[in-house]
């Protein structure tokens, strides 16, 4: 008969004790920085923020998504300390942080006064009838 392994829950204490999770269990059941960072890029994508052209970095982002929910889910807190700063920049590369939206605002109106600034070829009427 084998021997029960002593780090089991015996029986009645199943619901005592979550389910240990694993990268497998992980990579099929999203966790909250996936789920928030999917909903980002969603909408992201709904308003024409980002394209299929920007595919590598969505991809790169929810990479980055699933990393947080690992190191949380194994209570190793050093990892989110060194991705989130790299996550925050990618996320203004995609122009999805509140900053990096406003750069967008700044980019149209610098073309704004460029074509105002612009010389136009067409004749200026000058009768001021």
Not at 32 to 44: I, K, M
Not at 45 to 60: F, M, P
Not at 93 to 115: C, K, M, V, Y
């Amino acid at each position: 008969m084998p021997r029960p392994d002593p780090r089991r829950p015996r029986d009645g204490q199943e619901s005592l004790f979550p389910t240990p999770t694993n990268k497998d269990d992980m990579r099929l059941n999203n966790g909250r920085h996936q789920l928030a960072f999917n909903d980002a890029l969603n909408s992201a994508y709904d308003a024409g923020h980002i394209g299929e052209l920007d595919g590598a970095l969505a991809s790169t982002l929810m990479a980055g998504a699933w990393a947080l929910d690992a190191f949380e889910a194994q209570n190793k807190p050093y990892g989110p300390t060194k991705l989130i700063d790299q996550l925050v920049a990618a996320l203004r590369e995609a122009r999805l942080t509140p900053d990096s939206r406003g750069d967008a605002t700044d980019d149209a109106i610098q073309e704004l006064l460029a074509d105002l600034g612009a010389a136009d070829d067409d004749p200026v009427d000058t009768d001021a009838s």
